[in-house]
Every structure is written in structure tokens, then in C-alpha cells.
């Protein structure tokens, strides 16, 4: 009987033993699951925090990767290249050399794509940019040796007569202005090379350079000057 008694005794005491311990790890368990989600996830909230962060300074790293002179050349050569495609634009109808009209239509080509990507950069600047038909005189001055604020554009009273033109006078009209005007262009161009911060801009000024000064050659050659 007392053999009895001491057997029950002990397998109570070792279920007693065995719940404590069944309920400890289960515990430490929770615990360890609940220290992990809590890492995990402050961790994923700190990832994020941190990539955004870096976005947000990656934004601001290509905003701010600009001076006043990209501003001045952006909002300078905008009306600018407005002004030669509203000359090139004339050509369709007013030229009588397909040679005339064919350099027209390149430069409407080439211009017009600039324009639209030097919007943009004054856009995310934060700058105003040129819509089509502002005055000149709203515009700001550009930095640049020869003191003209924009140097190649027409008066009112040269486009005036370029706009009256026809066949041969218009050709040699349109060929003339559009040099003067192309030598603008690089010269403003040349400005934005040795003064320009932001890459983008400097690198579209050498482009400027490149295919401007090729087709002040070819429109020299089309007045019989080379």
C-alpha cells in the first residue's frame, strides 16, 4: 500500500515538473518570436526609412547639381531656338532652294527636342521657363563677354521682312539671318561650356557647338561665301 502511495506521489511530482517546463518553453518561445517580428520589423521600417532618405537626397543631389549660369542658359536659348524654328518654319512655303528647305526641316528637327528638355529642367529646378511667344525682353540676360542679352535674334522688323519674303530673296534672307542667329547660339553655347555646373547642359551646349557651327559652314557654302 505504501509502495502504491509513493509511486503516485512521484509521477504527480514528475507531471507537475514536466508542466513548469513545457510551460517555460513555450514562454521563451513566444518571447523569442516576438523579439524576432519586432526586429524584423523595425528593421524593415528602418530599410525603408533609410531608402527613403536616400531618394529623397538623391533628388536633391540632381536638382541642386546647377548654377545661375544653367538657369540663365536654359531660359536664354529656349527663345532662342523658338525664334529659329519660327524662321524655319517660313521655309515650307517661302523657300525656292531644297537645299534651304532641307536644312530648315533639320533644324526644326534638332531644335525642337531641346527645347522640350531644357522645359524640364527648369521645371524641376523650380525656374520659370519660356513659353512659346514671350517677349525677349522678359527673358533674363545671359553671362556671356559681348554685353548682348541675346546675341543672333531678329527685331521684330527682320522677322517682319523675312515673313514678306519669297523664292530666291527669301533664301538668301533666311540664310543670312539663320547664320547670325546660329552664331548667337554658339556663343551662348560656348558660355554654358567654361561657366555651367550641370552636366546635361554643358554637354547639349557642345552638341550646340558641334552642329551649329557645321551648318554655319554649309549655309555659306548655299550663299556662295566659301
Known sequence: MRNTRTRTLTRRAFLTAAS????????ACGSDSGDSGDSDSSGSAGSDTSASSSASAGADAAAGAHNPQDVSFAQGMIPHHQQALTMA?????????AKV?????RIEKAQDPEIKTMSGWLTSWG????KSGDGMESMPGMDHSGGD???????????????????????TMFLT??????????????????????????????????????EITEMNKLLGKN
Open 127 to 130: 525656374e520659370d521657363a519660356p
Open 89 to 97: 518654319k517660313l521655309a515650307a512655303d517661302r523657300a525656292s532652294s
Open 20 to 27: 513548469v517546463t513545457a510551460a517555460l518553453v513555450l514562454a
Open 177 to 214: 539671318m539663320m547664320i547670325d542667329h546660329h552664331e548667337g547660339a554658339v556663343d551662348m553655347a560656348n558660355t554654358e561650356k567654361s561657366k555651367g555646373k550641370y552636366g546635361p547642359a554643358t554637354s547639349m551646349a557642345d552638341d550646340i557647338v558641334t552642329a551649329q557651327t557645321a
Open 149 to 171: 542679352a541675346m546675341p543672333g535674334m531678329m527685331d521684330p522688323a527682320d522677322m517682319g521682312k523675312l515673313d514678306k519674303a519669297s523664292g530666291a530673296d527669301f533664301d
Open 101 to 105: 528647305k532641307d536644312l530648315a526641316s
